[in-house]
């Protein structure tokens, strides 16, 4: 499932690239607070809008026993004279894989989601913004749920559990603008 993701990403953004005028990398402070590297790109598609993919993945964060990895694709039209500057809005949408044990139960599995979000791009120097965004992502998952010490295989689609989230999703990134 992690390669299908990757290979996707590097898809879109090989597709994207070959079109794109300015491009941007960027990373989010408040994923690398919770401890989860991450590594954005934005792409200018057109004269107000951006298409941009963030890879992020998190392997035992402050020493617990939880793995993820996730890719976001997002579109953004800036409501400013281009792109990467003022306000915008932002469709996106997440694909993850998840294992997290916590006390004594697992969950193993994955979600899909599509949020909105709106945020502006404060321009620091000619290359670099601070982007603040916030907003609201609908996931669902798809997990096998389980005790520590228990055969999964044992209790068979019981214990599968399915489910939809709405959660606030706030972020804070430093972008650097190449060309």
């Keep these: 499932m992690i390669k299908r993701i ?4 590097i898809l879109l953004l090989s597709v994207s690239f070959t079109r794109a005028q300015m491009l941007a990398v960027k990373c989010d402070l408040a994923k690398g607070v919770a401890m989860a590297p ?3 790109v934005d792409f200018v598609v057109g004269e107000k809008t951006t298409f941009g993919v963030d890879i992020f993945g ?8 939880a793995k993820m990895f996730a890719i976001s694709p997002d579109i953004r039209y800036w409501f400013g004279g281009r792109a990467l500057i003022r306000h915008y809005v932002e469709l996106s949408a997440v694909v993850a894989n998840y294992d997290i044990h916590h006390k004594n139960k697992i969950r193993d599995g994955n979600t899909v ?7 502006r791009a ?3 120097t000619s290359h670099l913004n601070f982007e603040i965004s916030g907003g609201l992502v609908m996931l669902k998952y798809n997990q096998k749920e389980y005790y520590k010490g228990d055969i ?8 599968n559990s399915k489910g939809s989230l709405m959660l606030p999703q706030i972020e804070a990134s430093i972008s650097y603008i190449i060309r």
């Design 113 to 119: 989601g599509a949020g909105i979000m709106f945020g």
């Design 58 to 65: 998190v392997k035992q964060p402050w020493g617990k026993e």
């Design 38 to 40: 991450n590594l954005g």
């Design 122 to 124: 404060y321009k620091i």
């Design 152 to 159: 999964y295989e044992d209790y068979g689609e019981r214990t």
């Design 6 to 9: 990757f290979i996707i990403g």
